[in-house]
């Protein structure tokens, strides 16, 4: 799907027309140059936010959608996106050539912005999983034309909300993908063909390499495991500069090892490698983009299964950083990964600050839902760009404390540090401080992603499945990066 901006000249299949609950839908089309009498199906259209209605004309363009998008007061990123969701969901179900969009009477930020943001989530919305589906659903037009005057400037900007768009449906292919097909060599294959053709470099580090860098968490966690495991390594850009280091979970799937998990919805922890296909969608982007930065991405990625050779309770394992860990429970394995890679991003790079994204707890969920993101920081420095930033494209997060008081319950008798805390005792937090111990001094901020990467059912705004949260929310910080 071919999307652009212009005052069409050619013939439109169907015009999506956006209004707001305080308009007359008379008027809309009036100002549309539409001449329908919207007496007869008005009152099939309540024009609450995401509300769809296809009506029919004998002139051009012979279907027009009326998307609703709620009142005017509320008109924010988060209902632009539904809105657009919803409209391009039902045109996938028509064969048309050709879809135009206007915009609406009231628009919010400044126009660049406004035409990002729509860039990203008509590209955001077209996507669809049903690669092994024999039937396909969707047929997507070949046009889609945002009605805006073209100007070059804008033209740019539309082009670069497409390019976010496209990256985060990468990253939301990955997630989706069964465990079956998305190994952990299936991830390392992806970054190297991702690296040739978005121009930046990657290096894969197999399991021998992994043991002889001292990973022994990484090796630990994989030993259950038939898949070997990998460690990926990105870096784009400027490396005279102290690189922004980016570390994803790459768990390929979580079963629990012998601390195994119960068999309902055990499916879905094919997405625990969520952060993982964050890092390579963040990549992709900012080097379409061409983002005057110095990235580095690490992902450690595994199974987490059982066998007689995976890693037991009461094991006690050597990290990356010296560190010896007591395995209480082989379910904390996203914590294990992630302590060797940020202790390997200490050792390797200077890093400016470091990101992680990580579906690590379920009790992220428990407390925010699927709508915000757990965000920790051992530094304030960057709370407002993220903010800002995540107002901008509404990829929400909430801020959580790394409470001190927590770290005791880690304490081990035998080794330095246990990997879980008490039973429901503050989960996430103690998921975040166990990371911070391997941390150091260098800014962090770590992203809890396990009630927002996925999303079990169809919502307004994104369709079951993988979310690709966080591609955005990243770029944007990147961007605004001084
Ligand atoms: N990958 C899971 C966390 C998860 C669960 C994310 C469900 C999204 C949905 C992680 O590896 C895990 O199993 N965490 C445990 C930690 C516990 C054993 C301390 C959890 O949250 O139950
Ligand atoms: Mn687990
Ligand atoms: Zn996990």
């Known amino acids: 799907m071919n999307i652009t901006l212009a005052r069409p000249k050619q013939k439109l299949d169907l015009l999506i027309l956006p209004v707001f609950k305080e308009s007359e839908i008379k008027q809309a089309l009036k ?15 309540k024009k609450e936010l995401g509300d769809t209605l296809v009506v029919y004309s004998q002139n051009d363009p012979k279907r027009i959608l009326l998307v609703g998008l709620g009142e005017k007061k ?12 919803s409209s391009v969901n039902l045109i996938k179900s028509l064969k048309l050539s050709a879809v135009g969009l206007a915009l609406p ?6 126009l660049k912005d406004f035409i990002e943001l729509t860039g990203f989530a008509v590209a955001y919305s077209s996507y669809e999983f049903e690669e092994y589906k024999k039937e396909k659903k969707v047929n997507l037009p070949k046009e889609f034309i945002i009605l805006q005057n073209e100007q070059s400037t804008l033209k740019k900007t539309l082009e670069q909300g497409v390019i976010i768009g496209t990256a985060a449906n990468a990253s939301k292919d990955l997630s989706n993908h069964p465990a079956n097909v998305a190994t952990p060599t299936h991830l390392a294959d992806h970054a190297l063909k991702a690296a040739k ?14 043991q002889n860098e001292g990973m022994g968490l990484l090796t630990a966690v994989s030993a259950g495991s038939e898949e070997p495991a990998k460690f990926i390594i ?23 090892g012998i601390s195994i998990k119960p068999s309902e919805k055990m499916e879905e922890m094919k997405y625990d490698m969520s952060g993982g296909a964050v890092v390579l969608g963040v990549f992709e982007a ?54 060797d890679a940020l202790s390997f991003a200490n050792k390797h790079y200077k890093p400016r600050m470091i990101l992680d994204f990580a579906t690590l707890t379920g009790a992220v969920s428990v407390a925010l839902g699927d709508q915000y993101t757990g965000y920790f920081s051992n530094t304030k420095a960057f709370v407002k ?34 990997n879980v805390g008490e039973h429901h005792n503050g989960g996430v937090i103690t998921a975040a401080l166990f990371l911070k111990h391997f941390v150091g001094t260098t800014p962090w901020i770590h992203f809890d992603t396990g009630g927002t990467s996925w999303t079990t059912s169809n919502k307004s705004f994104a369709k079951a499945g993988s979310t690709g949260w966080g591609v955005y929310l990243t770029v944007e910080f990147l961007r605004q990066l001084k």
């Open 31 to 45: 100002q549309n140059k539409i001449d329908l009498p919207s007496e007869s199906f008005s009152a099939d259209f």
């Open 74 to 85: 509320s008109f924010e990123a988060q209902s632009w996106r539904i809105a657009i969701e």
């Open 105 to 110: 009477q009231k628009l919010f930020g400044t």
């Open 197 to 210: 053709q978005f121009n930046f470099t990657c290096k894969v580090l197999g399991s021998k390499e992994i």
């Open 234 to 256: 990105l870096e784009y850009g400027n490396t005279k500069k102290p690189p922004v280091v980016l570390v994803g979970k790459g768990l390929t799937f979580d079963s629990g």
């Open 286 to 339: 900012v080097a379409k983009l061409k983002l005057p930065i110095h990235l580095v991405g690490l992902i450690p990625s595994s199974e987490n299964l059982v066998s007689g050779k995976a890693v037991k309770p009461g094991d006690i394992i050597k990290s990356h950083s010296g560190e010896t860990v007591e395995i209480i429970n082989t379910d904390a394995e996203g914590r294990l990964v992630l302590a």
């Open 385 to 418: 760009d993220f903010q800002k930033a995540s107002e901008k494209m509404s990829e929400k997060f909430w801020e959580l404390p790394l409470a001190e008081e927590y770290q005791t319950q880690m304490k081990s008798s035998v080794a330095d540090i246990k």
